[in-house]
């Protein structure tokens, strides 16, 4: 039972244009929901995070936004640069749970020259 | 400040032996975790330390895997026997404490672990 979905196993964009990632979660209890950045032979790298209370987070050229009543969640990339091209690894916790992280599968995000 | 280390970076083993993945955490960081990455899936969580106590331990397959952190430092996840479903990137993260939701969880690069 996956509590965390990201749909799209991978991206493609075009230097320089917006990229958009999903996420979707299914467990209502969840009220904290961050994004995680990962190269190939690293760990994840915290990237950005949203509380439950908010509906936008901004933090340079990244954005995520979170919609409670469709319980989904975006993170906005503007402009996309080839250093962006990475996993992206969507997480939540909540409910009591000693702040464990719930992850979705990622997405895989390759920015073009 | 130096990051999360983990040791080996890779281990190849045969499937029935056992194997032990070893984390030092970032100083002064209270909550340490291990997850495990099968290729294709997000981190899974298998045991939460808060200093030298477990916190949870519900996903962690406990009739082979054991972990401990002893002196509520580093830590070391041992599998044993192996099973070739074992095959994963074992993650390790920590973090300054229990107590404040924006703690951010730091992330080791991981050992990758192919059981043939």
């Known amino acids: 039972d996956q509590q965390v979905k990201q749909n799209s196993p991978s991206l493609s964009v075009q230097e320089g244009r917006i990229s958009i990632l999903n996420c979707d979660y299914t467990?209502?209890?969840?009220?904290?929901f961050l994004w995680y950045k990962k190269y190939p032979a690293e760990g994840p790298t915290f990237l950005i995070s949203?509380?439950?209370?908010?509906d936008k987070n901004e933090d340079g050229r990244f954005t995520v936004f979170l919609n409670k009543s469709a319980k989904h969640l975006s993170l906005h990339i503007v402009p996309s640069q080839p250093g962006d091209s990475a996993v992206y690894f969507c997480?939540?916790?909540?409910?009591?749970?000693?702040?464990?992280?719930?992850f979705g599968k990622g997405t895989l995000l390759t920015v073009n020259p | 400040e130096a990051g999360v280390a983990q040791s080996p970076r890779y281990k190849i083993i045969e499937k029935r032996q056992s194997v032990a993945f070893w984390c030092n955490p970032i100083?002064?960081?209270?909550?340490l975790y291990w997850y495990q990455q099968i290729l294709g899936q997000g981190p899974k969580l298998l045991i939460q330390?808060?200093?030298?106590?477990?916190?949870?331990d519900s996903q962690l397959p406990k009739d082979r895997f054991s972990a401990e952190r002893l002196k509520g430092v580093d830590s070391t996840l041992k599998i044993q026997p192996a099973k070739l479903e074992d095959s994963a990137v074992y993650l390790c993260?920590?973090?300054?404490?229990?107590?404040?939701?924006?703690?951010?969880?730091?992330f080791g690069p991981g050992t990758r672990l192919t059981v043939l």
């Open positions: 993260a920590s973090r300054l404490s229990g107590g404040a939701v924006t703690d951010t969880q730091y």
């Open positions: 467990n209502s209890m969840f009220d904290y």
């Open positions: 949203i509380s439950s209370i908010k």
């Open positions: 997480a939540a916790m909540g409910g009591g749970s000693n702040y464990k992280l719930t």
């Open positions: 100083s002064g960081h209270a909550t």
């Open positions: 330390f808060q200093n030298n106590g477990v916190v949870d």
